[in-house]
């Protein structure tokens, strides 16, 4: 992964980009509580809401009368139109890299290699997500979306996005730590079939306030192949197996 800083585009564009969509396809809305917060997603159009709603489908709840965040999303492929200023970038970039851009209070990542941009207004708390075309972007990003936005706005919250898997019961929790490929997915998923309630197995979120604890982000799972055969009762749910 290589991770570089840039200039990129300011609200005032990625207002008018979305704009732009939704003065051709008609807006999309889905409600989600996350962490404690509600947050409001702004599709132009269906196209991209398969591959980005799913994933908080657990979170789905009754749509705010002032949600605390609001993030437009959008992509080039269904909607015909053009894509938002991006920054210029390396055309010999690593798949992985991320260019970061920043002019605060608003932060920012291009990934050239999966054609996506995302953003957020730190002061207004809104954001955006733009992809050129949702049916290219890879499966972890699918399973995990917008998790750059949500990882700088729900810092301002008190919240911390951490790479860990986490269970528990409603009386506590664990935290499962490691490095990549150290067991951290297969064990937490493999709770499933236990007491213990599966909360994450690759990406959540914990706050220290009032007390410690672990928030759900995404409903979505990832195993090796080579460990499918340790979560058979997930077999039915397999979608990229």
Known sequence: MEAVTLTGPGVAQLQAAFG????????????????????????????????????????????????????????????????PVRPEVDPDS????????????????????????????????????????PAALPYWERAAPI?????????TRGHQQVHAGAVGTPDGGVLLVGKPGSGKSTSSLVSLTSELRYAADDYCMVSLEPRPWVHSLFSS?????????????????LWNG
């Open 20 to 83: 732009e969509a939704t003065a051709r396809v008609p807006v999309e809305e889905r409600s989600f509580r996350v962490g404690g917060h509600d947050i409001l997603l702004r599709f132009a159009g269906p196209s991209v809401v398969p591959f980005i709603a799913p994933a908080f489908g657990h979170l789905a709840a009754a749509p705010a009368d002032k949600p605390e965040l609001v993030v437009d999303v959008w992509d080039s492929a269904a909607t015909g139109a053009a894509p």
């Open 147 to 155: 998790r750059q936005i949500l990882h700088w706005w729900m810092a």
């Open 221 to 237: 799972g990832k195993v090796h192949p080579e460990n499918q055969s340790r979560v058979p009762h997930l077999q039915r749910a």
């Open 94 to 133: 690593p798949v992985g890299a991320f260019y970061f851009f920043e002019d605060p209070p608003v932060r920012g990542v291009f990934q050239p290699g999966m054609q996506a941009l995302s953003a957020v207004d730190l002061g207004t708390d809104h954001a955006w997500y733009w992809v050129d075309d």
